[in-house]
């Protein structure tokens, strides 16, 4: 599961990813896109934060934007660095493209490979634990018993989709969504008025 806080965090999400994008080479200069659905991944080691943006509007296709967010630099990973920002429970985070991040990357090669899905969201509200629903759910065709775990990755990021190679596994994610990912298994998004769309596949 993943667990959520009740905390401000300057600059916020939206304003981190319009600071980004512009430099992405898939980017069509629509700033207007607001996020559509997200869903989260779990870190098994509970450091990492794992979390994928569809963002839309009412022209245009949709976009995925993943992210990770880490309580310390990732080291040599400078360029996958979207910015850090400040949470008011947590302190200061670093922010990355999770293509970039090793830990953002096995999440998703595990939930491929495994017939994993979203994470369930948690979060304390006085003294309770509330459940919220995930905006966007996502499933992988794969039927693996054990999940995926990487130490280094490298990303072609020239256009859309992206290219990520991970030990011995290729990965596409898709930036642009749309009919153009295809693969040997694949992860799957449905979000309100959206989908099924294949987001990421493996060779």
Same mark, same amino acid.
């Given at each position: 599961?993943?667990? $959520?806080?009740?905390?401000?965090?300057? *600059? !916020?999400?939206?304003?981190?990813?319009?600071?980004?994008? *512009?430099?992405?080479?898939?980017? #069509?200069?629509?700033? =207007? +896109?607001?996020?559509?659905?997200?869903?989260?991944? #779990?870190?098994?080691?509970? @450091?990492?934060?794992?979390?994928?943006?569809?963002?839309?509007?009412?022209? !245009?296709?949709?976009?995925?934007?993943?992210? %990770?967010? /880490? !309580?310390? *630099? $990732?080291?040599?990973?400078? =360029? &996958?660095?979207?910015?850090?920002? #400040? &949470?008011?429970?947590?302190?200061?985070?670093?922010?990355?493209?999770?293509?970039?991040?090793?830990?953002?990357?096995?999440? $998703?090669?595990?939930?491929?490979? %495994?017939?994993?899905?979203?994470?369930?969201? =948690?979060? @304390?509200?006085?003294?309770?634990?509330?459940?919220? #629903?995930?905006?966007?759910?996502?499933?992988?065709?794969?039927?693996?018993?054990?999940?995926?775990?990487?130490?280094?990755?490298?990303?072609?990021?020239?256009?859309? *989709?992206?290219?990520? +190679?991970?030990?011995?596994?290729?990965?596409?994610?898709? /930036?642009?969504?749309?009919? !153009?990912?295809?693969?040997?298994?694949?992860? %799957?998004?449905?979000?309100?008025?959206?989908?099924?769309?294949?987001?990421?596949?493996?060779?």
């Amino acid at each position: 599961m993943a667990i $959520l806080h009740d905390a401000t965090i300057t *600059p !916020g999400k939206r304003d981190l990813m319009k600071g980004w994008l *512009p430099s992405r080479p898939w980017f #069509d200069g629509d700033l =207007e +896109r607001k996020p559509v659905g997200s869903f989260r991944f #779990d870190d098994p080691a509970g @450091e990492v934060g794992i979390e994928f943006f569809l963002l839309g509007g009412t022209d !245009g296709p949709t976009l995925l934007v993943p992210m %990770t967010y /880490r !309580g310390a *630099p $990732l080291e040599g990973a400078e =360029e &996958h660095l979207i910015d850090t920002t #400040d &949470h008011s429970v947590l302190g200061k985070r670093w922010v990355y493209d999770a293509c970039g991040d090793p830990v953002g990357v096995s999440a $998703l090669l595990t939930a491929i490979t %495994t017939g994993g899905h979203e994470a369930a969201l =948690e979060m @304390e509200q006085d003294g309770e634990i509330v459940t919220f #629903d995930p905006t966007c759910r996502v499933v992988g065709s794969g039927t693996a018993a054990a999940g995926v775990s990487v130490d280094a990755v490298t990303v072609v990021d020239h256009g859309d *989709p992206t290219v990520v +190679r991970a030990g011995d596994h290729e990965l596409v994610v898709a /930036r642009v969504l749309g009919p !153009g990912v295809t693969g040997r298994e694949t992860l %799957t998004a449905t979000w309100g008025g959206g989908g099924p769309v294949v987001v990421a596949a493996i060779d």
